[in-house]
């Protein structure tokens, strides 16, 4: 489900960030270093909550996370 050489398939808005985060554990220091999501319990997340869920809770446009979990920038 991540964007990598091998596979050219890429997260999604309803993807979990369980998902993401498994997929690519060096998600979480893009998460923290970029949108300081993750790293105490004031801007943790709940794993089975989606980039979109995630995104909306945190003020943060849906696209630009979305483009960071897929390392395409925005």
Same mark, same amino acid.
């Given at each position: 489900? *991540? ?6 398939t890429? /997260?999604? =808005?309803?993807s979990?960030?369980?998902? @993401? ?13 970029d949108f *300081? ?6 801007c943790? /997340?709940? =794993?089975?909550?989606?980039?979109e869920? @995630? ?5 943060i ?5 979305l ?8």
């Amino acid at each position: 489900m *991540h964007q990598n050489t091998d596979k050219k398939t890429a /997260f999604t =808005p309803k993807s979990t960030m369980l998902e @993401v985060l498994t997929a690519d554990p060096s998600l979480g220091m893009v998460l923290m270093r970029d949108f *300081h999501l993750g790293g105490c319990r004031n801007c943790g /997340f709940n =794993p089975h909550d989606s980039i979109e869920d @995630v995104a909306m809770q945190n003020g943060i446009p849906t696209e630009r996370l979305l483009a960071a979990m897929n390392r395409t920038g925005a």
